[in-house]
């Protein structure tokens, strides 16, 4: 029988690529050939960081089973720009990408193999609709956690009202209970996009768009979501119409099931090249779970007025720390938050590399993976706080906006692994708030999220090894699919 043949469509920002680069691999691993479909812009600064050629062939192979696909955006080949016109770049890669499904459906068909199924991430709705108008099943990636999916499921079918007043009791600590979650979730343990005063809401539409299209689905109801069935049993079962499969966490290989050992980076590290090694040697001298780890993420971006409260907090500790602040060209597109007219955003830069190291980039999982890593302060990034699971790295929960809310809930009360900042009225998180959190992630009483750490990690990578739970769910998804074509 002839390999199963996958199509992989994926949204061209590094938190939706690096997983679903990491589920093309898998497929690879448990012998299906994958295209993976991606525009232009990205695939150059991924060819550009990788050493190879930054004008690929429409078809590049990587490893045997795996090939890139990348389609031209008219006009956006080197990017999207600041202060561009965002609702045309998002209507130019809506028709570009929809060409390029056709035209390699097209030639799958010519080449006598044609592909089985076409899997897409979030905010592609249009993708899902291209791939059906040309009789090609399609799932969805969901690479959040199962939680969220829910929440946004029950906001979308009949509870929008009951979620939309709990976002509307600022002052007011009522919190509201969902269909088939035990967990009470409060205004800020919602995703912020349900916040019509957020000032990214328009995206709100998009999901919607989604879960339309998902409800419409006859002939697959089945949903592939980024987490092990250990981790979220009841999210994923909250939904009774749909078939949410755990096939995470989606973390290289030498991280998690250890078939690969080369297999380090995500393959979408490559977006900031490479700083060598002397932050990795810096944690090799140091003791044992004695460095707190900082990082927000590819996009998120703090107030200049917040990155000094952090900056005076780690001072406050005392302890080492590795702080990866992001360079300026990597800031988010009109992000009101952003200081781009100061050099620094932090001014005792000088005070702080006495005690800590600073970097504008670094290989995360190779950092929490390092036993001198003693806790994570995260801004609770689905992909962040899966490889802080994965590594039993104890969290400081740090959300600003999207689902990371929701994700530092299940952190400090689901899974027990972490403890969450409080932000004044001003929703500023002062240094002393931020030391209160170092000193209890940190100090000697916090045996249980040490003992929740190393039980997190064992079930992380056991679902991922052969015959773990999602393993098992991968393969018979893959072979449901294969028997559908």
């Known amino acids: ?70 389609y031209s955006v008219d006009g956006y080949d080197d990017g999207f720009k600041r202060g561009g016109d965002m609702k045309h770049y998002s209507s130019e890669v809506k028709r570009c990408g929809s060409q390029s499904i056709t035209d390699l459906v097209a030639s799958g068909k010519n080449d006598g193999r044609p592909y089985c199924c076409f899997v897409y991430t979030l905010l592609l709705p249009w993708a899902g609709n291209s791939a059906a108008e040309l009789g090609l099943p399609s799932v969805m990636l969901w690479i959040q956690p199962a939680t969220v999916f829910d929440v946004y499921y029950l906001y979308f079918n009949g509870y929008a009202d009951i979620i939309k007043e709990t976002m509307s009791k600022r002052q007011s600590p009522t919190k509201t209970t969902l269909p088939g979650l035990s967990l009470e979730f409060g205004r800020r343990d919602l995703p912020s996009f349900m916040d019509a005063e957020d000032a990214y809401s328009f995206i709100l539409p998009l999901f919607e768009e989604q879960f339309d299209m998902i409800s419409k689905q006859n002939h697959q109801k089945s949903i592939l979501v980024n987490t092990f069935d250990e981790l979220e049993v009841e999210a994923l079962r909250a939904v009774s119409d749909l078939n949410l499969i755990g096939i995470g966490p989606l973390i290289p290989s030498a991280f998690s099931d ?70 300026k060209r990597d800031k988010v597109e009109n992000d009101k938050d952003c200081d781009d007219d100061n050099d620094e955003l932090v001014s005792c830069r000088e005070e702080l590399e006495k005690l800590g190291m600073i970097v504008p980039w670094c290989s995360q999982m190779e950092v929490l993976s390092n036993k001198s890593i003693g806790c994570f302060v995260t801004h609770c990034g689905w992909n962040s706080t899966l490889e802080s699971l994965a590594s039993g790295v104890p969290m400081v929960a740090f959300p600003k906006w999207s689902d990371q809310g929701t994700n530092a809930k299940l952190i400090e009360e689901e899974w027990k692994i972490g403890v969450r900042v409080k932000p004044n009225e001003d929703e500023l998180v002062e240094s002393e708030e931020i030391r209160r959190c170092l000193e209890l992630v940190m100090g000697k009483e916090n045996e249980e999220l040490r003992r929740n750490g190393k039980k997190w990690k064992d079930l992380a990578k056991g679902a991922v090894k052969e015959g773990g739970s999602s393993d098992k769910n991968l393969k018979s998804f893959v072979a449901q699919m294969n028997h559908i074509s």
């Open 1 to 70: 029988m002839d390999r199963p043949r996958f199509m992989v469509m994926t949204y061209p920002a590094q938190g939706h690529i690096n997983p679903a680069l990491q589920f093309a691999k898998r497929l690879a691993s448990i012998g299906a050939d994958v295209t993976f479909v991606v525009p232009l812009s990205a695939y150059r600064r991924m060819a550009k960081g990788s050493g190879s050629e930054p004008e690929p062939e429409p078809l590049t192979p990587y490893g045997s089973a795996i090939t890139f696909a990348p």
């Open 258 to 327: 250890e078939n690969d050992p080369s297999d380090k980076s995500f393959g979408c590290d490559i977006f900031h090249g490479s700083e060598g090694n002397k932050y990795i040697d810096w944690l090799n001298s140091m003791p044992k779970t004695t460095v707190v780890y900082v990082s927000f993420g590819s996009i998120l971006d703090w107030s200049k007025q917040q990155m000094e409260e952090i900056a005076k907090g780690l001072l406050s500790y005392g302890r080492p720390f590795l702080w990866v602040i992001r360079e």
